[in-house]
């Protein structure tokens, strides 16, 4: 389960919505499952079917994060054009198995569908995200 608060999933949302039609991508800093705090993150692909975060900026969140006592709890990206759902590209690109992996859909831009899952060794598990 994701612990996420309603200020950090409405700003998720509102990026996403940003973005779009380009994917937008973010980390999640957190401990145990409980988001304490949101970055948003640069797409350094400028797509609207992929994401890659800017090496030198997920560098530099990574540290902040230690620095702060927190952990990367997971990664949130959207998709513009297809559902709430890790794409076959996602699962590639999943290194994290610890990480929550939340995908904001905005197939219906005035309904955003937000998701989570976790990702190991290919295996997709969805779990339940808690808004508090
Ligand atoms: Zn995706």
């Known amino acids: 389960m994701l612990t996420l608060k309603r200020y950090d999933r ?24 409980k988001v304490e705090k949101v970055y948003e993150m640069t797409n350094a692909d400028k797509s609207a ?3 890659f975060m800017d090496a030198k900026e997920q560098f530099k969140v990574a ?11 997971g990664i949130y990206h959207s998709h513009a054009a297809s559902g709430a759902y890790p794409s076959s590209h996602d699962v590639e690109m999943a290194f994290y198995p610890e990480a929550s992996y939340v995908i904001i859909s905005l197939i219906d831009k005035n309904k955003p569908d937000i998701k989570s899952f976790k990702i190991n060794e290919g295996r997709i598990t969805e779990e339940e995200i808690k808004v508090v």
């Open 10 to 33: 409405d700003k998720i949302i509102k990026h996403c919505v940003k973005e779009f039609p380009n994917e937008a991508c973010g980390i999640l800093a957190g401990r145990n499952g």
């Open 63 to 73: 540290k902040e994060i230690r620095n702060s006592g927190l952990e990367m709890a």
């Open 49 to 51: 079917a992929t994401f």
